[in-house]
């Protein structure tokens, strides 16, 4: 199993700023996908990146694959209580089946 | 529509009943998961079928019995359980194995009393 880092563990910001949440690896994968997961219900896919480099924008999200296709990141900006939610970066490798999960970053925006 | 229904969304047992999940998907994908999340831990793969042959059994104690009778259900059965095995229950599918997106259902939250 190919461990995937995410920080910082927990974000708490205003209604109107910006965060960023990070998610980073020894291990290089051949895609990442981010999720978001709200109370309550299962994780649902935002984002998936595949090309070193890669940056995917989705309204005030920008999502950014590093050019060594092991670490990830994901902006948002002007923040709003709606982004709240735990937020989880998963990668995949050509040689394996399964998905990794990151353990996620659970962010708060208050109004 | 989320694509993938759980029932039941909550359930309370004790450590001797024997009580089952049901995952049902509806987006015509080959390949099914169960996960279990626990608070602060990463998400934690059980089982995993593909064309309803089992693929993975990743040391999942025997207290846990998946079933997937065709590609569009999945099963958990459970019985004896030990109240750390208290957590929400995910399923998953996807069009196949490997690096495909996963479509995740709303959980099942199990609390073993």
């Known amino acids: 199993t190919q461990l995937l880092e995410q920080s910082p563990q927990f974000l708490s910001i205003q209604e109107g700023e910006n965060l960023t949440v990070y998610c980073n690896s020894s291990?290089?994968?051949?895609?990442l996908q981010w999720y978001r997961q709200e109370p309550g219900e299962g994780p649902v896919l935002l984002v998936t990146v595949v090309t070193g480099g890669e940056v995917k924008k989705l309204k005030r999200l920008t999502f950014q694959f590093g050019d060594a296709r092991k670490d990830s990141s994901l902006h948002i900006t002007a923040a709003q209580p709606g982004d709240t939610g735990l937020y989880l970066c998963?990668?995949?490798?050509?040689?394996?089946?399964?998905?990794?999960f990151g353990a996620g970053t659970t962010v708060t925006v208050r109004a | 529509e989320t694509g993938v229904t759980q029932t039941p969304r909550h359930l309370v047992m004790g450590m001797t009943n024997k009580k089952s999940l049901k995952c049902e998907q509806h987006?015509?994908?080959?390949?099914m998961y169960w996960y279990k999340q626990s608070a602060k831990k990463p998400l934690e793969l059980m089982f995993v079928y593909s064309l309803e042959e089992r693929v993975e059994n990743n040391s999942v104690p025997s207290r846990f019995s998946p079933e997937c009778p065709n590609s569009s259900h999945l099963f958990l059965h459970l019985h004896t359980l030990q109240p750390e095995d208290s957590a929400l229950y995910l399923c998953?599918?996807?069009?196949?194995?490997?690096?495909?997106?996963?479509?995740f259902g709303p959980g099942t939250r199990l609390t073993v009393t």
């Open positions: 998963a990668g995949a490798s050509a040689n394996d089946y399964k998905l990794s």
């Open positions: 998953a599918s996807s069009r196949g194995t490997g690096g495909y997106e996963q479509y």
């Open positions: 987006l015509g994908h080959n390949a």
């Open positions: 291990s290089v994968f051949s895609s």
